[in-house]
Nanobody
Framework: QVRLVESGGGLVQPGGSLRLTCAASGNIFSINAMGWYRQTPGKQRELVATVTSDGNTNYAGSVKDRFTISRDNAKNTVYLQMNSLKPEDTAVYYC???????????????WGQGTQVTVSS
């Protein structure tokens, strides 16, 4: 089995910072792209940022220049550094990853359970 576990969410004041961590564990042969998404009640889950296995990144326009995605391939971990947080960043943040469990098994997308980020004074 494969698990993605997020941590680092919480309550922060506007203008503050948080760092989210997502660690993949289990039967992993390789990990392709990893990413962060977020969702608020009544809305669809939206892309925040992605990073490929060789470090290429992509960001939603609303977070560019404020958020930074990075990964540690040796630890099967992806991070999201969030700076200059705004109330509209409040959401449940989910990580995902494209993972192959063996060379004979095609890639599947796995999701974490989500971590709440609340930006409020």
């Amino acid at each position: 089995q494969v698990r993605l576990v997020e941590s680092g969410g919480g309550l922060v004041q506007p203008g503050g910072s948080l760092r989210l961590t997502c660690a993949a564990s289990g039967n992993i042969f390789s990990i392709n792209a990893m990413g962060w998404y977020r969702q608020t009640p009544g809305k669809q889950r939206e892309l925040v940022a992605t990073v490929t296995s060789d470090g290429n990144t992509n960001y939603a326009g609303s977070v560019k220049d404020r958020f930074t995605i990075s990964r540690d391939n040796a630890k099967n971990t992806v991070y999201l550094q969030m700076n200059s947080l705004k109330p509209e960043d409040t959401a449940v943040y989910y990580c995902n990853a494209g993972i192959r469990r063996s060379i004979r098994v095609p890639e599947s997308v796995y999701w974490g359970q989500g971590t709440q980020v609340t930006v409020s004074s």
